[in-house]
């Protein structure tokens, strides 16, 4: 298979990798502080900070994955529940059955469509 740096031996880095002023913020947490969020701009350029709240507090609860968004940019997150939360006795926020209905159904009509478009491309 070769040694470990064939990899790097066929890509050739020319610009910086690492930033060396990174950007330092200094914020104090108040009591009620539920988490921290640290990302990169493949979430902040995608989503508001209000949305990447309501996001983690249901992604705790429900213990999905990030790359559900269906992002294009490489997404890396930091969560840091600082333990004031009992996540699984949080209300769960309601969720709009018919703006899901609708888009289910959308969904189910385009597929048939592009099936039935393929069905008639190989006739």
Known sequence: MGDDNSVVRCVQFNNELVVACPDIYQVTLGSDT???V????????????????SLVRDQLRKHRN?????????????IAD??????????K????VTFEL???????????IGIWFSSQLSL
């Open 34 to 36: 539920e988490f921290l």
């Open 38 to 53: 640290l990302a990169s701009d493949g979430l902040w350029d995608n989503i508001s900070s209000s949305d990447a709240v």
């Open 66 to 78: 990030i790359q559900d968004r269906r992002t294009q940019d490489n997404v890396s997150i930091i």
């Open 82 to 91: 600082l333990g004031r939360t009992d996540w699984q006795n949080v209300p």
């Open 93 to 96: 926020q309601q969720q709009n």
């Open 102 to 112: 609708v888009q289910a159904l959308a969904t189910i009509g385009i597929v048939l």
